[in-house]
């Protein structure tokens, strides 16, 4: 009897040899004996593993058993060493790479050509393996594990840990190259490697695993080591030739902002945008601490290309959009209750940047086109130093409001809202469950195009108040219509209370508009604009509406839309501002004193 190539497990036997009794003469090759069991005490025979009868004498031939079982007895070439199974508790009794029992085994003829698997029995020129199972080499990986953002700033420490497949871990070498952006290369061995990249770029990392004269397959993954600031510039064909990795300057700065974004924006960068428009085919998303700065709104345009996308979405504290205009929104259908900016309940702030010809489609009957301009929807949102003109509602439906502005929470301050349009509250339009603050505002030229029904918030053109409490400050209201409003009382057509509540102070409309009962320290007139019909809303020096604000709680910081002292004499206790987005340059009126 030949027993050839058999993995002999955990057998069970009450008298002799758990794996192989000899009763007769035979011969076992290239077998592997393990985890056998026998209930016989006497381990000097071989049990657990063997046992032969009386004046026989087993025959083993290139086969392995385990270390503490004793051989003599047996004719052949038995070997004692440990199989390495890779899951014997679990029934997985193939080997191991580390395993001493790989290419141990003999020839013989009539040898099968496949093992228990169908694998091959004989991989390449080695000898076979002993054991049911020939080693197969696609067992034995090795991989690793490094930080969850595969990006971070330079010097920050990156750390990854090796691990390995189909093989005994205390018996591999690890082995790690890294090369720079610059293709400097950098060797090191050890289960877990640790850098701290020093130059910007795309690093890559790589890992083998050796047992033996085995070596795995390498495992390669990228680190990409982020500038604090980045640059983006307009997709001209020169620019998109000097466009190159790491993107931390103007010389090779990006030309696709979203791609930028999202791979080498980390928290805590600045993007920097250059001259010119940038397009983008998505909403750009600040939902953490990013800053997307352009170079002033006159020079700087971001600009929605594909219908129905809003263009600028905020949602973190400490996101900002500076200096750029933000144009290109053209719904064809309901985005419900948005437009071309959005600040989400984490907050955000635009600052110093112009919102204009944002649109829902005027041909479709869309409901609920609101907040055409920007919508604010955090008390941590604020939008100040903004021109919002010029955007436009559908004129579809009664629930179309806010052309310019929707404010939800947060605060909008040091704005100019001009010549926006739509159905209800051409200009600003609040509801809201908590408060929202308008300070030092101009609100002027916007167009509620209304209906003339029994409903009277139907219409409005400057603000209009649907719910919560609209806080208006410093503020000049002027000059806006409903024309297809008829109605001439409750505030119309600068503004209109329909639910909620508005606190008026410091402020201005024209004559023959009401007031509500509670607004303090207001007036009406016209506040002699220097020159509406080139949108210039700056105070001329006899404006009425001129030292005519509260002081509220200004800081020496504080500025205008031009970026002026909001309080030209911060220290003198008595100043104040003006009414509107623009602080005057004009002294107080007064007395003047000549002495010669």
Not at 32 to 41: E, F, K, P, Y
Not at 289 to 303: E, F, H, I, P, S
Not at 369 to 390: L, P
Not at 510 to 533: Q, Y
Request: proline share 5%; aromatic share 8%.
């Amino acid at each position: 009897v030949k027993v050839r190539n058999c993995t002999i497990v955990d057998n069970t036997s009450y008298n002799d040899g758990g794996g192989v009794y000899f009763g007769a003469a035979g011969e076992v090759v290239n077998c592997i004996l393990a985890r056998n069991v026998s209930s016989a005490t006497d381990t000097t025979t071989g049990r657990p593993e063997w046992a032969c009868a009386n004046n026989v004498k087993g025959k083993v031939m290139t086969s392995s058993f385990p270390t503490a079982v004793a051989l003599a007895g047996l004719d052949g070439s038995p070997r004692s060493v440990d199989p390495l199974f890779v899951d014997a508790a679990n029934g997985d009794y193939r080997v191991l790479a580390s395993s001493l029992t790989r290419d141990a085994g003999t020839d013989y003829e009539g040898m099968p050509e496949v093992d228990l698997d169908g694998n091959p029995r004989k991989s390449g020129t080695t000898a076979v393996d002993l054991g049911c199972y020939e080693y197969d080499a696609t067992q034995f990986g090795a991989s690793f594990e490094g930080p969850a953002d595969p990006r971070g700033f330079k010097d920050v420490k990156a750390t990854y840990v090796a691990s390995a497949t189909g093989v005994d871990e205390s018996t591999v070498t690890f082995s790690w190259t890294v090369v720079s952006p610059s293709g400097a290369m950098t060797m090191a061995t050890g289960r877990v490697y640790e850098f701290g990249a020093s130059a910007y770029g795309i690093w890559k990392i790589s890992m083998t695993a050796k047992v033996g004269d085995v070596t795995s397959e390498p495992y390669e993954a990228t680190y990409s080591v982020c500038p604090p600031d980045l640059y983006v510039v307009e997709p001209t064909a020169e620019n998109i030739a000097k466009a190159a990795a790491p993107f931390d300057g103007w010389d090779n700065a990006s030309t696709d902002l979203l791609e930028l974004m999202r791979v080498w924006a980390l928290p805590g960068c600045t993007i920097h945008l250059g001259e010119g428009t940038i397009p983008v085919d998505k909403r750009v998303d600040l939902s953490d601490d990013l800053k997307l700065v352009g170079q002033g709104w006159a020079k700087t345009t971001l600009r929605q290309t594909v219908k129905t996308k809003s263009v600028l979405y905020l949602n973190h504290e400490k996101a900002v959009a500076r200096g750029m205009t933000i144009t290109g929104f053209d719904a064809q259908d309901e985005i419900h209750s948005r437009g071309a900016v959005m600040i989400e309940p984490q907050g955000g702030i635009v600052e110093d940047c112009r919102i204009t010809g944002n649109r829902y489609d005027p041909s479709k009957a869309i409901n609920q086109a609101c907040g055409i301009g920007i919508t604010i929807n955090s008390a941590k949102g604020i939008c100040r130093r903004c021109i919002i003109d010029r955007n436009y509602g559908s004129n579809g439906l009664n629930n179309d409001r806010g052309g310019g502005v929707q404010g939800l929470a947060g605060m909008l301050e040091s704005c100019l809202v001009c010549c926006n349009t739509n159905k209800h509250a051409g200009g600003i339009y609040v509801k809201t469950g908590t408060s929202f603050i308008i300070r030092n505002c101009t609100v002027y030229g916007n167009v509620g195009i209304g209906v003339d029904s029994g409903y009277g918030h139907y219409g409005v053109g400057g603000l209009g108040v649907y719910g919560g409490t609209a806080i208006v400050e410093n503020t000049i209201i002027f000059g806006n219509i409903s024309p297809n409003q008829s109605w001439s009382t409750g505030g119309y057509p600068e503004w209109r209370l329909s639910g909620g509540s508005v606190e008026f102070s410091n402020c201005m409309l024209p004559d023959g508009i009401d007031w509500p009962a509670n607004a303090t320290d207001c007036l009406n007139g016209d506040p002699l604009f220097r020159d509406v019909a080139a949108d210039d809303f700056h105070l001329t020096a006899l404006s009425p509406a001129a030292y005519k604000g509260a002081r509220l709680d200004y800081t020496a910081e504080s500025t205008d839309l031009d970026g002026n002292p909001r309080i030209f004499n911060f220290r003198f206790r008595k100043a104040k501002p003006d009414l509107g987005c623009y602080e005057s340059p004009y002294g107080a009126p007064g007395m003047m004193l000549l002495v010669r």
